[in-house]
C-alpha cells in the first residue's frame, strides 16, 4: 500500500504532476465559490473551450501553450462581458457564440499543424503527467497570482456578488469587477487545463466547491472546504491515472464527483 | 409642476435633503419630469404611487444610479459627494439569494466607505460598530445565520442595520414592505420610528396604500411628478387620488386610446 503510493514519486514526472495537481485542486474551488454562487458555470465552460485556440497557436508557435493561453483567455472573457453588455442578446447566447466560434477555431488551427506531433486528446483530456519543468514554474505563478488578486479584493467581490447595487452605491466599480472575476477565473482555467483538459475544466470549477457548499455555511469556509476536497480529487486522480495509466482530466473528475455523490447522500443545503 | 414640494416641517433649519427639478427620461418617455422637494432631519416619509410610477427611478437617480437629464440632489448641502451620506436598500428581487452571506458580513460592508482598499479587514472599531447597528434592529443573536435562511422583514432589518454601519443621513428603502408579514412590517415601522427620533432622514418607496397614516409621517406621492406632498391624512383628496391612479382613465373623457397608448410608453 505504502510502496504504491511513494513508489510513483522516484520519477521526477510524476513529482511534477504532483505540484501540479495540487496547485490545480487547490486553486479551482477558490474561483469555484463565485462559479456556482453567480451561475458562472456555463460561462466557465466556455472560457475553457475558448483558450483552444491559444493553447493550439503557443503549440503551433512551438512556446508553452500557457503564455499564449493566458492572454487569449482574458481576451475571451472580456469579449463576452463586452458582447454581454453591448448587444440586446441574452448573455447565455453571447456566450454560446464565442463558446462554439473558439472551439471551432482551436480545432482548425490544430487539425492545419499537422507538421508538428501534438495529441489532441492530451489537450481535450489533460495529461498532468507530462508536464514540464517549465509547465510547473508557470502554474505556480499564475497560482499564486490568483489567490494574490482574490484576497486583495475579497471584500469588493462579495459585495458585488451579493449586491451589486448596493456595492455601486457605496462606489464599488461593479461592472469592472465583474470583468475581474472572469479574468481570474480565466487564468485559473488556463492552469489547470494541462491536468484536466478543456473538456473536463468545468468539472473541477463546479464539483469541489457544490460539495464544499452542502458542508459548509459561509464563504470563506465554502472556499476553504472546498480547496481542500479539490486538493484530495486530483491527487486521488493522478494516483488513479498512475497506476491504470488513465487520462487524468477524466480520473480526476470522476473521483471529485465520487466525493460529492458522499456529500450530497448525507447533506442538503437549506435553503430559503 | 415646478413648484418646490416643502412639508414645512422644522421651517426653521436647513433641509437635510434637497432634490430640485429632477428629470429622467427613457427614449423620449418622462420617468420622472422635474421632481422637486424637501426633507429635514426626522423626517420618516412614504414615496407612493402605483406601480411605474417613478419610485424606484427617483431613488435610483438620488443614488447615482441612474442619470439625470436635468436637476440636482442635495445632502448636507452637499451635491457630488453626497453618497457619502446616503444609504440605500435595494428591493429584494436585486439582491443573489444565493450567496452565502452571513448577517454580519452584510452589515460589515456598510463599514467599507466609498475608498478602495486592497486586503481591506474590518478593525476592532468597526466590529464593535457593526455590534451597535445590529443591536439597533435586534438582530444581533442572528448574526452568524446566514442571510437567506432569514425571514423577509429580517432582512429588512439587517439591510437597515448596514444602512446605519454606513453612517448615511438619509436612507432609501424601496417597496422594503414586499415579502414581509403583517406583524414583521409593524415591527420595521417601530425600528424605523426610533431612527427618525435619531434625526435620520427615512424615505421608503411603496406601492401599497395601507396603513400610510400608521405608517409614515409625510407622503410624497408620486406619478412621474410629484402630485403632492405632506402628512398623509391630509395629502388623498380626491383630486390627489386621480392624479395618482386615475386621473386618465377618470378626468379625460373619452380617453381610451390615449389612457392605452400611455400605458404602453410607460412600460
Redesign the interface.
Known sequence: MVDALLDPFQYQFMVRALIVSVLVGAVCPLIGGYVI???LSFMGDALAHGVMPGLALGILLGFSPLLVAVPAGIGFAVLIGFISHRTGLGEDTSIGILFAGMFALGLLILSVSDSITVDIEDILLGQVLGVSQTDVIITGGLAALVIFLL??????L??T????????????PVQAMDYVLLGILALVIVLSVQAVGIVLVLAMLVVPAATS?LLA???VN?MAIGALIGVAATVTGLYLSYHFNLPSGPAMSLTAIGIFAAAALVKRR??? | MNQSFSNGSNGASEPRLIVENVTVAFEGFKALSSVSFTAHDGNLIGVVGPNGAGKSTLFNAMAGLQPMDTGRVHVNGRTAEHLDFLAYVPQREKINWRFPASVEDVVMLGRSGGRWRWFQRPSAKDKEYVRYCLERVNMWVHRTDLMPELSGGQRQRVFIARALAQEAHVFLLDESFSGVDVGAQKYLVEILRGLRDDGKVILMATHDLTNLAERFDQVLCLNHHVCAYGPPNEVFTPAVLEELYGAHGVTVTGSGPNHRHHNETNG
Open positions: 454562487t453567480r451561475n484576497a486583495a479584493m475579497h471584500r469588493q462579495v459585495f456578488s451579493f449586491d451589486p447595487i448596493g456595492a455601486k452605491v457605496v462606489g464599488i457548499y455555511r459561509r464563504f465554502i437549506v435553503t430559503t
